[in-house]
Each structure stands twice: as C-alpha cells, then as structure tokens.
C-alpha cells in the first residue's frame, strides 16, 4: 500500500520561500508519477507539478513556472518541491500524491483524476 507524508508547510511573507517534502513508500514498480497539488478555501483543487520516477521527466501549471521547483532523492524515497517568490494567491492546503504508469500520467499532464493515493496535505499561508 503506497503512503504519502508530506512535510514543510508553514507561513511566510509574500517572496518567501519554502521546502515542501513527500515522503513516499510501499511502491511494488518503479514506473511511479508524484504531483503536488493545491486546495485553496472554496475552489477546486488544482494542479501545481508533478514529475516522473522513470526518466525523471516534469510538469509545471503556468502559475508557478519559473517560481517553483520539483525535485526527487531516490534514495530518501522522496519529492521535494521547492517554493520560491511565493505569493498570497499560493496559500493553500498542498498535497502530493502517486500512481502509476509514470509517462502516461506526465502525457496527460498530470490531472488529479488520475492519481489514486494521496497524502494528508501540508498547509502553507503567504501573507505580511
């Protein structure tokens, strides 16, 4: 059973930046996707990147393009998503989850439909 822990969420000031950590485990293949995603109050929860465990390929939404950076240590089994210039419209709860078959997903862009495990979430706040 694959399990999900992530870690670093917190509050900091508009062009802050955090570390957000995923700690994955009880993967049976190696052919594995991990997104992040965002759940603000009252919208819909939204694709923010995801990346490949095969060919360590990645996927950005336009709004953190440039901003924000997805990264794997295969040997700490973990995905870290690196937040820089946050701005108040990042608050949100952020999730990262897993599935398989790694290309497929990054193909389709990593929708949340297509991901079946899921994490607790992390909440990260920008705000003065």
């Known amino acids: 059973q694959v399990q999900l822990v992530e870690s670093g969420g917190g509050l900091v000031q508009p062009g802050g930046s955090l570390r957000l950590s995923c700690a994955a485990s009880?993967?049976?293949?190696?052919?594995?996707?991990i997104g992040w995603f965002r759940q603000a109050p009252g919208k819909e929860r939204e694709g923010v990147s995801c990346i490949s465990n095969s060919d360590g390929g990645t996927h950005y939404a336009d709004s953190v393009k440039g901003r924000f950076t997805i990264s794997r240590d295969n040997a700490k089994h973990t995905v870290y998503l690196q937040m820089n210039s946050l701005k108040p419209e990042d608050t949100a709860v952020y999730y990262c989850?897993?599935?398989?078959?790694?290309?497929?997903?990054?193909?389709?862009?990593?929708?949340?439909?297509?991901?079946?495990?899921w994490g607790q979430g992390t909440q990260v706040t920008v705000s003065s």
């Open positions: 989850a897993a599935d398989f078959p790694d290309l497929v997903i990054l193909s389709r862009l990593c929708v949340p439909e297509d991901f079946g495990s």
């Open positions: 009880g993967f049976t293949y190696g052919n594995y996707a």
